[in-house]
């Protein structure tokens, strides 16, 4: 069974900073991988999406990288804004038609 | 990029009465969708999928006669609560599966509020 962890849970950085969200995963044999955003009390937008082929993929101040052997993925945020303040939820999907895993995210505030 | 919509936002209902929850996919035609459940900090819940014209999918440990799943049309699924309680207070999200060459993935709703009194 795929398990995803997502750790810390929660972080406080200063504005301007780059940062790294860490995602772990038990099952190496993944389809892709996905990240996204949800705000307080709204729904989730789609960031990145990895193909397990891919090791990484960007966009803007983005950057979503993917080591399926160690079973690792992390999202790179940088120059950090306080608009980037949310919660940064990791999901796998072990096959196509497989379901996506999701971790329980990471609650990022970041301060002006 | 794919749009999906959910109505209502938020609901309050009285225990043992059934609400009703749509799913729409705004721009695209949407074959399989899926409804989930999130507790206050934690992860998302998948409760069961919905293929379009056939009948949805639960997970283990969901009770497939109190959510009332039907995905009537490509653009249209819904969640019925069927004699709702307090402990079915929750914030449903659904999703909508959209294939491309080369790639999968899945757009989310806004999700909507359900508080049981």
């Known amino acids: 069974k795929q398990e995803v962890t997502q750790i810390p849970a929660a972080l406080s950085v200063p504005e301007g900073e780059n940062l790294v969200l860490n995602c772990s995963f038990t099952?190496?044999?993944?389809?892709?991988l996905q990240w996204f955003r949800q705000d307080p009390g709204k729904g989730l937008t789609s960031l990145l999406l990895?193909?397990?082929?891919?090791r990484e993929q960007t966009s803007g101040r983005l950057n979503a990288s993917l080591d399926k052997s160690s079973g690792r993925s992390t999202l790179y945020i940088a120059a950090s804004q306080p608009g980037d303040s949310a919660t940064y939820l990791c999901?796998?999907?072990?096959?196509?038609?497989?379901?996506?895993?999701f971790g329980k995210g990471i609650t990022l505030s970041v301060r002006p | 990029g794919a749009v999906v919509s959910q109505h209502p936002s938020w609901v309050i209902c009285k225990s043992g009465t059934s609400v009703k929850i749509e799913c729409r996919s705004l721009?695209?035609?949407?074959?399989?969708m899926f409804w989930y459940r999130q507790f206050p900090k934690q992860s998302l819940m998948l409760m069961a999928t919905?293929?379009?014209?056939?009948?949805?999918?639960?997970e283990q440990g969901v009770e497939k006669d109190k959510f009332l799943i039907n995905h009537a049309s490509l653009t249209l699924s819904t969640l019925t609560v069927t004699s709702a309680h307090p402990e079915d207070s929750s914030f449903y999200i659904c999703?909508?599966?959209?294939?491309?060459?080369?790639?999968?993935?899945?757009?989310f709703g806004p999700g909507t509020r359900l508080t049981v009194t």
């Open positions: 099952d190496s044999a993944i389809y892709n």
């Open positions: 990895i193909q397990s082929s891919q």
């Open positions: 999703s909508a599966k959209v294939a491309s060459p080369g790639a999968y993935e899945q757009y």
């Open positions: 721009d695209f035609q949407a074959t399989t």
């Open positions: 919905s293929n379009e014209g056939s009948k949805a999918t639960y």
């Open positions: 999901a796998v999907r072990s096959g196509a038609n497989s379901k996506l895993t």
